[in-house]
């Protein structure tokens, strides 16, 4: 797969910095990553995730090169990414998301169920309240992201919007959930619920926790490429 060196694309409100790779002809793959992420931990799974596909691996506001901005949310993250494609003339796109990314992304699909063909979320289940997390008392400023990013953020998915769980009956695409198993974090039986509540959508797990891409690279490669694949 070729690779590209990181871009840029200037958004309404925000500048989002993104890396392609694959062939110019393929079709759209965009790779949203999980909270405190960004593009580069796709890695481990490039090029053999989609390589006939053309990817877009992007760092959401807040992210890696991306900006920082005064406001952060999912909903607004949401709406970058279908910024983005806009910019880029991408009518109809596969999407992969990890954790946070998996819920953009699955917002994404709701939002715009007509641009999404094919959805995969790894290790996100359907939100509901939980207890808040403590965040460090003393955060790394040199941390490539914005710290103020992760408490908004976080604060949504302790407390989520109940009509986002509501919204997966209208997501359209064909759906992968990828579930980590019991050594993850997340509640897997959350992650089931999720797949039943998207009408088009299988359930496959592989044992590697919450961290699916990057512990089991290849694993997670034997289930998703097929999926992806034209």
């Not at 580069?40 to 995730?49: E, G, I, K, S, Y």
């Not at 694993?219 to 992806?228: D, G």
């Amino acid at each position: 797969m070729t690779s590209r060196p990181p871009r840029t694309v200037d958004l309404p409100g925000v500048t989002l910095a993104y890396r392609e790779s694959g062939p110019p002809g393929g079709p759209p793959l965009v790779l949203l990553h999980a909270l405190g992420e960004r593009a580069a931990d796709w890695a481990p799974v490039l090029p053999d995730l989609a390589p006939a596909h053309h990817v877009y691996a992007l760092d959401l506001r807040g992210h890696g090169d991306s900006a920082r901005t005064a406001a952060y949310s999912l909903e607004v993250m949401r709406d970058d990414v279908l910024a983005f494609l806009d910019a880029l003339g991408l009518d109809r796109i596969d999407l992969v998301g990890h954790s946070m990314g998996g819920a953009v992304a699955y917002l994404l699909a709701q939002a715009a169920p007509e641009r999404v063909d094919r959805l995969v979320l790894e290790d996100i289940p359907a939100l509901y309240p939980r207890r808040a997390g403590a965040l460090p008392e003393d955060p790394d400023p040199d941390a490539h992201f914005d710290w103020a990013m992760v408490r908004a953020v976080r604060a949504q998915l302790d407390d989520p919007d109940p009509a986002w769980r509501a919204g997966l009956a209208r997501i359209t695409a064909r759906t992968l959930a990828v579930a980590g198993g019991p050594a993850s974090h997340i509640p897997q039986e959350r992650i089931a619920e999720l797949a039943r509540l998207i009408p088009d959508c299988r359930l496959v797990t592989v044992e590697a926790g919450h961290l699916v891409h990057g512990t089991r690279p290849a694993e997670f490669v034997a289930a998703v490429a097929p999926f992806l694949a034209r």
